[in-house]
């Protein structure tokens, strides 16, 4: 009787340890997650980056982001650990800039973007640069300066990629 | 800071743009989820 015992006692804490490891695995398994929010003057293509990576589209017509757009994609490191991504598109328009800081906040990476055929919204990217370094923890949030359209003819480039460069240490 | 260029139009640069901010973001254990 008592070894019967014994064993059903046995018999449970297998169980309990089979649940336990099996949540632990649940838990390995979830994907690490982070927050992208996508900055810039409007009509430099933020939409179409977030519409690329995610959905693999490119539709070339304009349409005006209203407020902010959100898209998600999962991405696997080297490493083999997968990141899911929560991409935050914003509106580029003027009007819009009062609420941009509602969607940098916690996020954990922004996209400055600027159009290398266009010199007024590179020097928009100032703005951006100013903005999250002076409102967000730069400690805990990767910059990343974006020349989009770079596939334009070279008398339709503007800004030079040198000028870019040499504009991510200011 | 990182730097790309980038045309969403013919596909060029997007993955190494998201792939270098996701590797960075890993780095700094800056996750939803580190941030915690």
Known sequence: MGLCGSKTQNANKNEDIKIRNNITEKDNNKPLEAKIVLLGDQNVGKSSIAQRFCKNVFTGQYVVTIGGAYLQQKIVLNNGVTLKLHIWDTGGQERFRSMANLYYRDASAAIITYDIGSDKTFEGVNYWVDELRSKADKDAIVLALVGNKCDKDSKERMVQTSTAKSNIFI | ?36
């Open chain 2, 1 to 36: 800071m990182i730097f790309q260029e980038t045309s969403a139009k013919n596909d060029i640069g997007i993955k190494e743009l998201f792939n270098a901010i996701a590797k960075r973001i890993y780095e700094l254990n800056i996750t939803i989820d580190g941030k915690k």
